[in-house]
Nanobody, 128 residues
């Protein structure tokens, strides 16, 4: 499995913005689908966004219009830009990599089991 490194979490006020990053030095991510998941305390991990090797992206309804996923291949990094952050966005955010490259096609977000490499997570806490 790839060693996935995440960064960008922290404390943010409602209405604020954060950008999360996901990268690895083990392999090129260009041909892999990348997913962002989040898990709030006592809740199930949920898929919120994904991006495929062509740059196509999908979003859960809960974040659509507020979050943007992107990839910068020269930096081997995938980002999650979080805007208009709400209290309900408080969670641990995880980056998953599908080295099989078969997820995030069409309107699919991909399921947790489809991602075989994971970052350790980064905490996003929304508080005023």
């Amino acid at each position: 499995q790839l060693h996935i490194v995440q960064s960008g979490g922290g404390l943010v006020q409602p209405g604020g913005s954060l950008r999360l990053s996901c990268t690895t030095s083990d392999d090129k991510l260009d041909n892999y689908a990348i997913g962002w998941f989040r898990q709030a305390p006592g809740k199930e991990r949920e898929a919120i966004s994904c991006i495929n090797s062509s740059g196509g992206s999908n979003y859960a309804d809960s974040v659509k219009g507020r979050f943007t996923i992107s990839r910068e291949n020269v930096k081997n990094t995938v980002y999650l830009q979080m805007n208009s952050i709400e209290d309900e966005d408080t969670a641990e955010y995880y980056c998953g990599v599908d080295t099989w490259g078969a997820t995030c096609e069409g309107q699919r977000l991909g399921r947790e089991y489809e991602y075989d490499s994971w970052g350790r997570g980064t905490q996003v806490t929304v508080s005023s």
